[in-house]
């Protein structure tokens, strides 16, 4: 099967910096990557979709300024989280497709923002 | 708008013993529907998935889904459970892999 790596697993950073998460999808090309977020025991709420070349096209309420997204290639998106505040703390899972109709999940990547 | 519904937040069962696990959906087209595992602090593992054609679709690990148009589920099921099953569970539903809405999950503890 098809594997998507991210980058770092675990993070913590102080308010007020930015944190880049890394997505990757490892033996495929992916237009188009999913960023989501989870709250502890809960769902996976959508935030973003990127394309690749394009800018992304953000969920309603999520803020495009805070939660940057770029899609630089065919294999890595990026999610920077700008000025984080300990309310940005969670669970960022981000999904590749390739295009088939199935989407291929990464391990996850937890910030915590003291 | 598209919604999915896990009824169950927390189901608990015996090793041996079968589950069945719900899933509703809204959506406005003939759905996408997926059944997603999640063990602590990891991603999302497909389970099945059930895009048209035969309605009873069989998956890894040895689950099952059946989905009914007429009732708008697409319940899971697995005659007879290991303790490595324990996780949460989650429904989507989507057009394609596109914009998938996950369900709520439902959290499976076995008993020894």
């Known amino acids: 099967g098809a594997v998507v790596s991210q980058h770092p697993s675990r993070v913590i950073c102080k308010s007020g910096t930015s944190v880049k998460i890394e997505c990757r999808s490892l033996?495929?090309?992916?237009?188009?990557m999913f960023w989501y977020r989870q709250f502890p025991k809960q769902s996976l709420m959508l935030m973003a979709t990127?394309?690749?070349?394009?800018?992304?096209?953000?969920e309603q309420g999520v803020e495009k300024d805070k939660f940057l997204i770029n899609h630089a290639s065919l294999t890595l998106s990026t999610l920077t989280v700008t000025s984080a505040h300990p309310e940005d703390s969670s669970f960022y899972i981000c999904?590749?497709?390739?295009?088939?109709?199935?989407?291929?999940f990464g391990e996850g990547s937890r910030l915590t923002v003291l | 708008a598209q919604s999915v519904t896990q009824p169950d937040i927390h189901i608990t069962v015996s090793e041996g013993a079968s589950l069945e696990l719900r899933c509703n959906y809204s959506y406005g087209a003939t759905p996408y529907l997926f059944w997603y595992v999640q063990s602590p602090g990891q991603g999302l593992q497909l389970l099945l998935k059930y895009f048209s054609g035969d309605t009873l679709v069989q998956g890894i690990k040895g689950f099952e889904a059946e989905f009914k148009r007429s009732q708008s589920s697409f319940n899971l099921r697995k005659p007879s459970v290991h303790w490595s099953d324990a996780a949460e569970y989650f429904c989507a539903v989507g057009q394609g892999a596109q914009k998938l809405v996950f369900g709520q999950g439902t959290r499976l503890t076995i008993n020894p």
């Open positions: 033996d495929f090309q992916a237009t188009t």
């Open positions: 990127s394309n690749e070349g394009s800018k992304a096209t953000y």
């Open positions: 999904s590749a497709s390739k295009g088939d109709g199935e989407l291929f």
